[in-house]
């Protein structure tokens, strides 16, 4: 089984480069789309601005995917399910909080997810078990270059990419 997640706080560039991927001729699993599709979206939580999901269920849902081919799936849950590895897209702060701004959210919801960026939380939730975890430095306006960096570590190519090759530590003190 090759299923391929890409995770990241929001803004990193999930949806762009999984775009990318599919004109490529990849498969990339919307995993949003995936759970409006299949019925697994629970209870609205107002105060998170999402719906609820059930991780067990979402994880059978995607049993179909568990192939011999590469499968990717995108989407900020994509690490809480079985996988082959995970790949974390990673952005520089200030270039997260321009794309959040330009996006029309609160200065409050930028600054809670730049946050989140800065103190590498879904990295950290993504190594918590023992699948293989690689990080991309999705910064840089180049998304066929993120995109030939995730095919890299999918064919075996990601040493330089292991979980500590980012880090945005020096740029606490603003955010916080
Ligand atoms: N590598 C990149 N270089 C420059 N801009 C990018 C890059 N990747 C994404 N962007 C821009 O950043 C914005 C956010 O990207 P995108 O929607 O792909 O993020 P996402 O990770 O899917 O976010 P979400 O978790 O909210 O779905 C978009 O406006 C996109 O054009
Ligand atoms: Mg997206």
Known sequence: MTLVAITGTPGTGKTSIAGELRSRGCTVVDLSQHIRDNG????????????????????????????????????????????????????????????????GYSDAKVGENVQSEVLDVILCESTESDIPVYEVDCTGDDIAYCADAIQGIVSGDGEDRIPGSVDWSLEMDKWF
């Open 40 to 103: 697994l979206r629970g209870d609205f939580d107002a105060e998170r601005d999402t719906y609820e999901v059930d991780l067990d269920d979402l994880n059978d849902s995607l049993d179909m995917y568990r192939t011999d081919d590469v499968v990717y799936m995108e989407g900020h849950l994509s690490h809480f399910m079985d996988c082959s590895m995970i790949v974390v897209l990673r952005c520089h702060p200030d270039v997260l909080a321009q794309r959040l701004k330009s996006r």
